[in-house]
């Protein structure tokens, strides 16, 4: 994410059409208290979580669709 935002912080039109983007991916963002610390766990559901899945070798969590 780092990459993406430093490499978008360049050109404005890029940065709005990637962050258009990425909100597209994201059905839902589920906040809940972190278990024995202090914080939040964040849990996105939607396609990109699919997407981060894939990219770390882990099965897809609900739907998948290609196309």
Known sequence: MKNITATLA???AAERTGRNIL????DYIVLTPASGR???DVEMVGRLQNIMALAEGLPPKGELIVR
């Open 38 to 40: 202090t914080g939040l």
């Open 23 to 26: 909100r597209s991916l994201i």
């Open 10 to 12: 360049h050109d404005a």
